[in-house]
């Protein structure tokens, strides 16, 4: 009885370690850089995607995301993204007056204090920080000026969350774009979160949105280098057949329509559907390889 007991977990056990090992495999396996072409085609197949879910999207104010659509413009120089933009900004004409205004290239507010950031995500704290050089909010509020230290994400409260890193490298990225000054050892921080980020990716084979959203950040810090061209094959093979991404991938179907599958939690069942945030990370991916294969 006991060895049955033994053999029931055993058997499955070893199944999923095999196939783990064979997605480990397939995500890192050596392959040629994907070709221009490929690329230039699947990003006109998300740009309609965006003008084809127009109302959607312009429902979604979340202004990180609209940023990725404002980097994509200035290297795509789209006219439907132009258009997108211009309707996001009259429905929105306080945010160039907000804590969010340095995103679209508007004035920084250096004096602002804890009260601004108030109720906000630790990450979109530490990006208003970052994006406005307002040290005064690192002084008031301590999850803010950890996010300036490399260990930040392996803190037991942290390390659980897929995009603590890229959240954080974020962060570190908009203090040196914007010039701040106040973080000395800034490429050491910058370059041990790149490091942490490419071991995620060699190992967590997810094709969901965190896994774009590491591809990306490596891309626009500097890291190009440090990204494998199989990386870029696997955001190709996983843009949806309407031209988004999205942040489920089915692994086996059921028969009530949802499938199992790879979600930001793990396993668990859903459905595979495209979304504004994964896509926009998807296009930005796109646009920046293709500007910079040129």
């Known amino acids: 009885m006991f060895k049955k007991i033994i053999a029931f977990i055993a058997i499955p056990t070893c199944l999923i370690l095999v196939s783990y090992l064979y997605g480990v495999y397939q995500n890192n396996r050596d392959i040629a850089f994907p070709q221009e072409k490929q690329m230039q085609q699947q990003l006109e197949k998300s740009i309609e995607w965006l003008v084809k879910n127009e109302v959607q999207i312009l429902s ?36 160039q007056h ?15 204090s804890a009260y601004a950031v108030q109720g906000l995500p630790y990450y979109n704290q530490h990006f208003i920080y970052a994006l406005n050089c307002a040290s005064g909010i690192e002084r008031e509020i301590p999850v803010v000026a950890q996010q300036n ?51 995620q990716l060699v190992w967590d084979i997810r094709v969901v949105d965190v896994y774009l959203q590491r591809v990306l950040m490596l891309l626009i810090t500097g ?71 040129s």
């Open 149 to 199: 230290t490399a260990a930040f994400c392996h803190q037991a409260d942290y390390f659980y969350r897929p995009a603590c890193i890229t959240h954080q490298l974020m962060g570190i990225n908009f203090i040196f774009k914007k010039q701040c000054g106040f973080l000395e050892n800034i490429d050491e921080v910058s370059q041990s979160l790149q490091q942490d980020i490419v071991k």
């Open 98 to 112: 907000s804590v969010w205004a340095p995103l679209f290239d508007g004035l920084q507010h250096q004096h602002l």
């Open 223 to 293: 890291a190009q280098a440090s990204v494998e061209p199989v990386w870029i094959q696997q955001v190709l093979d996983h843009q949806l057949d309407d031209g988004g991404w999205g942040n489920f991938v089915s692994l086996l179907g059921s028969e009530t329509g949802k499938s199992l599958g790879f979600s930001p939690r793990g396993l668990s069942l859903g459905r595979e559907k495209s979304d504004f945030h994964a896509t926009a990370q998807g296009m930005y991916i796109l646009s920046f390889l293709l500007n910079n294969n």
């Open 60 to 95: 979604d104010t979340n202004p990180m995301l609209w940023w990725m659509l404002f980097e994509t413009h200035k290297i795509s120089h789209d006219e439907r993204i132009a258009k997108l933009l211009e309707k996001y900004h009259q429905r929105n004409r306080q945010i």
